[in-house]
């Protein structure tokens, strides 16, 4: 972990393994509620005085690291999430605008001006508003799925409007996270702005979201932890970014092929592992059949195997068990009477993009969401 920019080990260790091949990537820190605690009472001591100037500077420092260093952030990212090489590149080059447009917004005005004789009723006056953004400190939790965006996102408009963070990474995917600290404080950002815990949510209890010292509780993730946080975290500001079961919606006079590409990539990018992933792909009958032979004519075309070869499409997902629940979907589909039209079963981690037409109403696969490369068409 990293409290007010310092390295702080504890008694347990968390194995971060790579979910391809199951090698260790790195350990980390189990971090206690004591330790939650520390990182939120040095967060709340410290009185950030920095200017717009300064914080636009190290914004776009950081920005322009990132942009340095993508490669080494791509590398790292396939290793501890089992993205491929191709999304984890796009991935760390992506976050250069995160960092980039933060930086531009800063030393953007925020006080607008409006004039009052605009109508009859009106005087011959005018009205200043400014905004004051800073909350004091922010508690971010974060997901597996972008390990260096979800937390650029979060990070990012926070130092721009001078708050501090406490973040927790998910336990699966925290060496990019690290190594993002690192980054910030190498372009100039007080240590005491930002801390970084690790650990199981096991072992660290409800710390990040009832700590007394958070402002507000940004949480990425399920709908289940979502509201266990929403009824946990008291009188606090939460923000909630859940879960999304998104449709794909193709009729009669839509332009099939490209219907389909979208439907294959909106499926398979990132494993399909994305809160805008294509989820569910409603097709009107009439054009089903042709469209299924577009879709499985696309979803043959993707390489999907070792995430670190430059030419796969599409890589492992986060773990085993993820991929053995969508399996577990899969079937529940053809015991209902789905068709696979194209895919392999799960192979460990790596679940292939797979295709099933003609899939009931009542099936998991229309009703939840499926955070990986399933390809499901409703007619």
């Known amino acids: 972990m990293r409290i007010a920019g310092k390295l702080t080990?504890?008694?347990?260790?968390?194995?971060?393994?790579?979910?391809?091949?199951?090698?260790?990537?790195?350990?980390?820190?189990?971090?206690?509620?004591?330790?939650?605690?520390?990182?939120?009472?040095?967060?709340?001591?410290?009185?950030?005085?920095?200017?717009?100037?300064?914080?636009?500077?190290?914004?776009?420092?950081?920005?322009?690291?990132?942009?340095?260093?993508?490669?080494?952030?791509?590398r790292l990212i396939t290793a501890e999430a089992g993205?491929?090489?191709?999304?984890?590149?796009?991935?760390?080059?992506?976050?250069y605008d995160v960092w980039s447009f933060a930086a531009q917004l800063t030393i953007k005005d925020d006080g607008e001006m409006f004039s009052c004789d605009i109508s009859p009723n009106g005087k011959a006056r005018k009205i200043f508003t400014t905004r004051q953004p800073l909350l004091g400190v922010i508690s971010a939790i974060t997901p597996f799925n972008h390990p260096l965006n979800m937390v650029s996102h979060k990070?990012?408009?926070?130092?721009?409007?001078?708050?501090?963070?406490?973040?927790?990474?998910?336990?699966?995917?925290?060496?990019t996270a690290l190594a993002l600290a690192d980054v910030l404080y190498e372009a100039g950002l007080p240590p005491e702005m930002l801390s970084v815990v690790t650990g199981n949510p096991s072992t660290m209890g409800d710390a990040m979201i009832t700590d007394p010292d958070a402002d507000l509780v940004t949480f990425t993730g399920s709908v289940r932890v979502g509201k266990h946080i929403a009824n946990t975290a008291g009188y606090k500001r939460i923000v909630l970014e859940l879960g999304g079961n998104d449709p794909l919606i193709?009729?009669?006079?839509?332009?099939?092929?490209?219907?389909?590409?979208?439907?294959?990539?909106?499926?398979t990018k990132n494993s399909g592992q994305r809160c805008t992933a294509v989820k569910r792909i409603l097709v009107v009958e009439s054009v089903a059949d042709a469209f299924a032979r577009l879709v499985v004519e696309?979803?043959?075309?993707?390489?999907?195997?070792?995430?670190?070869?430059?030419?796969?499409?599409?890589?492992?997902?986060?773990?085993?068990?993820?991929?053995?629940l969508f399996q577990a979907r899969v079937d529940d589909a053809?015991?209902?009477?789905?068709?696979?039209?194209?895919?392999?079963?799960?192979?460990?981690?790596?679940?292939?993009?797979?295709?099933?037409?003609?899939?009931?109403?009542?099936?998991?696969?229309?009703?939840?969401?499926?955070?990986?490369?399933?390809?499901?068409?409703i007619r």
């Open 9 to 74: 080990t504890t008694d347990d260790m968390v194995e971060v393994k790579n979910p391809y091949d199951g090698s260790v990537v790195g350990l980390v820190p189990a971090a206690r509620p004591e330790h939650v605690r520390e990182a939120f009472a040095k967060a709340r001591a410290f009185k950030p005085v920095l200017t717009r100037y300064e914080r636009q500077k190290i914004l776009q420092k950081t920005a322009e690291l990132l942009f340095a260093r993508k490669e080494d952030f791509a």
């Open 83 to 95: 993205l491929c090489w191709k999304d984890s590149l796009y991935e760390a080059s992506r976050a």
């Open 298 to 324: 696309k979803a043959k075309k993707l390489k999907c195997g070792d995430p670190m070869d430059p030419a796969t499409d599409v890589g492992c997902v986060i773990n085993a068990r993820s991929a053995a």
């Open 155 to 175: 990070l990012a408009p926070a130092i721009a409007t001078n708050n501090r963070l406490v973040l927790k990474p998910t336990e699966l995917t925290p060496l």
């Open 334 to 377: 053809v015991s209902k009477g789905a068709k696979v039209l194209y895919g392999k079963r799960a192979e460990g981690a790596l679940f292939h993009p797979t295709v099933v037409d003609h899939i009931p109403y009542t099936c998991e696969l229309v009703h939840e969401e499926t955070f990986g490369p399933v390809i499901p068409i």
């Open 250 to 267: 193709v009729m009669e006079d839509a332009d099939l092929d490209k219907a389909a590409e979208l439907a294959v990539t909106g499926a």
